[in-house]
């Protein structure tokens, strides 16, 4: 088993509602391993304005049985 850091800046899709972040979050971060801890850090518009980014730093195991 090992722990892997991460900070990852991800674009929340318009069609996404707040209440339906955190399991949009979850998914995006399984990617990586298994979420131990995750925090958003940042949100902000993105240079079009026309969207939001989202700063997320996150720990993940990786190997684990």
Request: with cysteine; hydrophobic share 40%.
């Amino acid at each position: 088993m090992k722990l892997n850091t991460h900070k990852l800046q991800l674009t929340w899709p318009d069609e996404l509602p707040p209440e339906h972040l955190r399991p949009w979050l979850l998914r995006e971060l399984k990617s990586l391993g298994k979420p131990l801890r995750w925090a958003i850090t940042l949100i902000r518009p993105c240079e079009s304005g026309s969207c939001r980014l989202i700063i997320v730093e996150a720990v993940v195991i990786k190997g684990e049985k």
